[in-house]
Structures are given as structure tokens and as C-alpha cells.
């Protein structure tokens, strides 16, 4: 037996290796948010610049992630997350120094194929790792507590970088934690892969990547063409025609990539519904979040950061206790209490005002963090006690996938209700002595409108400035309240439909301590 498969004797050891590599993937999809402001100033970026340096990350990761699952059951998980923090730990370097948009939006998609190796293969691993119901359970409520972490860590790590340094140093500093994570990764993790060692399925592999790769693109690019626009018509028709072939290719395919007849299962799906609409109500709610913390609340990057950090500390709890709560009660139960805890979150938004105070707010910021945990560690390890073991980076590539879909689909659905209510109503207010071109522009957003109220206080008009200011407020805070409103519904529909799908389970009874057995050195 190698060196590597001794490591398991460590398995505390190798959940933190893979812990280290979420934090990492997870701080830089959210790293780059604080520094976009930045990028106008030294790069020229311009509104879909911006765009697309936030969106080539997730779009890569999303187009490959099923294709990189299956690529790492077939030729070896550790293979693969070692190739995933190389290709990311390069790209993040060579972002840093990038002198055009351009440049950086190709590093950013480079970066999303790193991750698109490195997240899935995280949990595969964990998975054959931990083996019995309950620690497996618990590792993966760690393992989903920092993927929290990371998410908070980024914005906290990026803002304080921005105020020392030059807004390079956010992706400079991905690299030697990524080399350190690679370090350890081939150092401690063992590997593993399918011991059949099918044939690849190409076919398989091309059509998940079209398939989920013109979805997201599409999602991406709707808000700003318009839903009803023929060019996102006709993304979502080729997605779905993707999706049928891909679906049709694997029920006949001898060796299918994905075993689409894992949908059948009632745990599976319900599981993958779950997370998806969990990622969908948070990421639009963060969304708005970030946008009321900083234009209503005029907190800084930084600061708009650490109004986060409770978000992380919810997520440890509702992740920990989602993984022993499961193992006790059944994931039915867990699950549909998260999504309650959600459903009542974000009905309390809908109250949301300039004088909300930080205590509120905090403990807000908290219950979003366990909602989210409660959520997502019973319907991960659901959906990963439905795959089989060898077949564990598809099963965690499907975890990621309902995940990512759920995301883009939120900030994109999300975003554009928010920003048709709020230029509906501002139109609505009708501001005495505004000029058009002025109301045009605080119509784009919130920001543009403070832009324009500041200008004419500087040129001596203030009750001019107030009226707009009171007026883009309001408006504000009818898009916000009636989103919330919306994404307190989906969660509801959701609490009922995972109740009556999700198969009910018998709480699982302890196991006899058995003595442990340490491999003969002829094993090893």
C-alpha cells in the first residue's frame, strides 16, 4: 500500500487539507466583488467588463464541472484536484499583473476551470474517506461550515487589501495559498478513483459542457437583453435541446458519464431542489444585501465585509448542526426546518428600513448563514449517500452544479425584478425640477442616483438633492421589500414540496464500537 493510502489513518489530517482547498475557492468567487470600483480607475473596465470579470469565473466553473467529475472518478481524484489547484494557483498569479480587462476576464476563466477540478473533487474525496454514516455526516457539516467561511473571508480579505495595496494584490495573494493547499494536498490526501475504469464518455462530456455552459450564459446575459429578447429565447431553447441530448446520450451510453437515473430517486432530486433553491433565495438576497449595505446603509467595502462575518458564524452552526441533526432525525426533517428558517428570514426583510439597527441586522445576517447550513449538509449528504462510491466526484459535481444553477439564477432573476421595480417607481415619484437626463441615469441604479444628488447639493440646489435622494430611497425599498416578498414564497413552495418528496427516514440508530484495524505492514 502506498504512502498516500497511510494518510488515512489520518483522517483529521485530510479534512483540513481539503477544508483549506474550499476556503481558498470560495474566497476568490467573492474576493473580486470589492475590487470592481478599483478596476474602473486602473483598468478602464466598463459595465460588462465588470460583468464578465465577476461572470467568467462561474462560467467556466459551471460548463466543466460535470465533465471534470467524472474526468476525476475515471483517472484519479487526488490526480485532479492536484491539476485543479496548479492550473488555479497559476492563474490567480498571472491575474494580478494583468493590464487590460480583457486579460483579467481570461485569468478569471482560467481560474474557473481550476475550480471546476478542485471543488467536486474536495467532497469525492471526503467521501471515500469518511465511509460511516455519522462522521461522514459531521466532516461534511466542516466541510460546508468553510465553504461559509471562505465566502466571508474574501470580501474581508479584499477590502483590507484595497487599503494597503493596488487592487492586484486580491488575486496575488490566492497564489502561495493555493501552493500551500497543493502542498499539502500531495502530501496528505490518498487517492482514489473508479475501480471499473469505464471508457470515457465523450459524448457525455461535450454535451454537459455545451448543455451547462449556454445555460448559464444565457442567465448571465438575460437581465441586461431582456428575458423576452429572441437571443435569450433562443439560449434556453439550445439548453434545453442540450440537456434532452445529453439526457437521451446517457440512458443509452454502455459507460454513461452522468447516470441521469439517479433522478429517479426521490432522495436525489429532492436533495438537488433543495440546494438549488437554497442558492437561489440566498445569492439573490445577498445580492440586494450588498447593494442596500453600502447605498442605504453608506458602509464601506470593507466595513459592508465585516457586516458578513456573521454570515460565517451562522454557517458553522447550521452546518455542524445540520450534520448531526440529520443523522438523528432524517433529512427530511432537517432540511425542511432550514428552509423554514429562510422562508421567515427573508419575511422579516420585507421590513427592512434605513433604521434598522446593527443588532438586527446581525442577527439577520446570522439566521442566513443557518438557514443555509441547515440546508445544505443534510441535502449534500444526501444526494452523496445516493451515488455510488465510485462514482463520488459525479455525484459531488451534480452537488456543485445544483448550487452554481442556483446562484447565477438568483443574482440574474433577482436583480432584474429588484431593478424593473425600482425604475418603475422612481418613474412613478415624479421629482419636481429634475431634469430628464438626471432621472435617466438614477433610474440605471441606486448609485447613480446618490451620484447625481451629491452633484447638485455642490451646485447649491439641496432640496433638490433631498427629493431625489427620497424618491431613490422609496424606490429602493420597494424593489427590495417586494423581492424578498418573492423569495420568501419560493422558500414556502419549497418547505412543502421537500416535506411530501423527501422520503422520510428512521433516525439512525448507534453503532457497536468495533475494535479498530490498523493495515499489516504487508499492506502497507
Not at 36 to 60: G, I, K, M, R
Not at 85 to 107: D, N, P
Not at 108 to 117: K, N, P, S, W
Not at 389 to 411: E, F, P, Q, Y
Request: glycine share 10%.
Amino acid at each position: 500500500m502506498s504512502t498516500a493510502t497511510k494518510s488515512v489513518r489520518s483522517p483529521a489530517m485530510i479534512l483540513a487539507v481539503l477544508c483549506v482547498c474550499v476556503v481558498v475557492i470560495n474566497m476568490d468567487t467573492m474576493i473580486v466583488t470589492v475590487a470592481l470600483p478599483e478596476l474602473v480607475d486602473q483598468l478602464h473596465a466598463s459595465t460588462v467588463d465588470l460583468q464578465w470579470v465577476s461572470d467568467a469565473f462561474n462560467l467556466v466553473f459551471a460548463a466543466l464541472v460535470i465533465a471534470a467529475g467524472s474526468l476525476s472518478d475515471r483517472f484519479g481524484r487526488r490526480g485532479a484536484l492536484v491539476f485543479g489547484l496548479a492550473v488555479f494557483t497559476l492563474a490567480s498569479g498571472l491575474g494580478a499583473y494583468a493590464s487590460t480587462a480583457g486579460e483579467l476576464i481570461a485569468a478569471r476563466a482560467v481560474m474557473g476551470l481550476g475550480a471546476a477540478f478542485i471543488y467536486p473533487t474536495t467532497l469525492s474525496i471526503l467521501t471515500t474517506v469518511f465511509v460511516e454514516r455519522k462522521a461522514r455526516a459531521a466532516a461534511i457539516g466542516i466541510w460546508g461550515a468553510c465553504s461559509g467561511i471562505g465566502m466571508v473571508l474574501g470580501p474581508l480579505a479584499g477590502g483590507a487589501l484595497l487599503q494597503a495595496f493596488w487592487w492586484g494584490s486580491i488575486f496575488l495573494v490566492m497564489a502561495p495559498i493555493g501552493l500551500i493547499a497543493l502542498g499539502l494536498t500531495a502530501a496528505f490526501v490518498p487517492t482514489s478513483r473508479d475501480p471499473e475504469t469505464p471508457a470515457l464518455d465523450k459524448s457525455g462530456l461535450l454535451l454537459s459542457c455545451l448543455a451547462f455552459g449556454i445555460l448559464v450564459y444565457t442567465i448571465i446575459e438575460a437581465p441586461a437583453s431582456g428575458w423576452d429578447s429572441a437571443r435569450v429565447i433562443a439560449g434556453f431553447a439550445a439548453a434545453v435541446v442540450l440537456f434532452v441530448s445529453l439526457y437521451v446520450r446517457e440512458i443509452k451510453a454502455r459507460t454513461p458519464m452522468l447516470d441521469v437515473r439517479l433522478f429517479r430517486d426521490a432522495r436525489f432530486s429532492a436533495a438537488c431542489g433543495a440546494m438549488t433553491i437554497a442558492t437561489f433565495t440566498l445569492m439573490g438576497l445577498t445580492f440586494l444585501l450588498t447593494l442596500y449595505l453600502q447605498f442605504l446603509k453608506l458602509y464601506s467595502p470593507l466595513e459592508t465585509g465585516l457586516r458578513f462575518i456573521p454570515v460565517a458564524v451562522g454557517m458553522v452552526i447550521g452546518s455542524i448542526l445540520g450534520g448531526k441533526l440529520a443523522v438523528q432525525w432524517g433529512s427530511r426533517i432537517v432540511i425542511t426546518a432550514g428552509l423554514g428558517v429562510l422562508t421567515l428570514l427573508f419575511v422579516w426583510f420585507t421590513g427592512e428600513s434605513n433604521d434598522t439597527s446593527a443588532a438586527v441586522l446581525a442577527l439577520q445576517m446570522t439566521l442566513i448563514g443557518v438557514g443555509l447550513g441547515t440546508v445544505g449538509v443534510p441535502a449534500t449528504d444526501a444526494i452523496m449517500r445516493v451515488v455510488p462510491a465510485a462514482k463520488a466526484s459525479v455525484g459531488s459535481a451534480m452537488n456543485d452544479a445544483t448550487r452554481l444553477l442556483g446562484g447565477t439564477l438568483g443574482i440574474a432573476i433577482v436583480g432584474s425584478l429588484f431593478q424593473s421595480l425600482y425604475t418603475h417607481h422612481l418613474i412613478g415619484e415624479a421629482v419636481p425640477g429634475l431634469p430628464p437626463e438626471s432621472l435617466t441615469k438614477a433610474q440605471d441604479s441606486i448609485g447613480n442616483a446618490i451620484t447625481e444628488a451629491a452633484r447638485y447639493t455642490a451646485e447649491g440646489q439641496p432640496a433638490l438633492a433631498d427629493r431625489l435622494i427620497g424618491a431613490a430611497q422609496s424606490s429602493f425599498y420597494d424593489g427590495f421589500h417586494t423581492a424578498s416578498w418573492t423569495l420568501a414564497g419560493l422558500a414556502a413552495a419549497m418547505v412543502v414540496v421537500a416535506w411530501f418528496w423527501l422520503p422520510a427516514e428512521k433516525p439512525e440508530q448507534p453503532a457497536a464500537a468495533e475494535p479498530a484495524v490498523e493495515p499489516s505492514d504487508a499492506e502497507a
